[in-house]
């Protein structure tokens, strides 16, 4: 079992920038992929990026890409999500996601393990 905490959820004004964390702790593998979705009010989550265990693979949503970055630190157990050029329509509450393979994935029927989410907000 992993549980999975995020943080860093705000509200920001067009063009901001901000940085969601996400904790893992519990029976962490030493490698697994992470993923990041979101949900806006009345909508479907959504993928936003993906790690994979190495943290050699990447993948971005295209509405995301080039703005949004998906890292992590091994030695703290942390994912990051560093979105940048932030747009209203990024307005949702992020849900970070661990997945017991080392193998990322755009879908989230993959994942086992989720936050609770933070909310961000952009504001036009």
């Known amino acids: 079992q992993v549980q999975l905490v995020e943080s860093g959820g705000g509200l920001v004004q067009a063009g901001g920038s901000l940085r969601l964390s996400c904790a893992t702790s519990?029976?962490?593998?030493?490698?697994?992929?992470m993923g990041w979705f979101r949900q806006a009010p009345g909508k479907e989550r959504e993928f936003v990026a993906a790690?994979?265990?190495?943290?050699?693979?990447?993948n971005y949503a295209d509405s995301v890409k080039g703005r949004f970055t998906i890292s992590r630190d091994n030695a703290k157990n942390t994912t990051y999500l560093q979105m940048n050029s932030l747009k209203p329509e990024d307005t949702a509450v992020y849900y970070c996601?661990?997945?017991?393979?080392?193998?990322?994935?755009?879908?989230?029927?993959?994942?086992?393990?989720w936050g609770q989410g933070t909310q961000v907000t952009v504001s036009s």
């Open positions: 996601a661990a997945r017991l393979s080392s193998f990322s994935s755009i879908n989230s029927a993959d994942y086992g393990s």
């Open positions: 519990g029976r962490t593998p030493s490698l697994f992929a």
């Open positions: 790690l994979s265990g190495s943290g050699r693979n990447t």
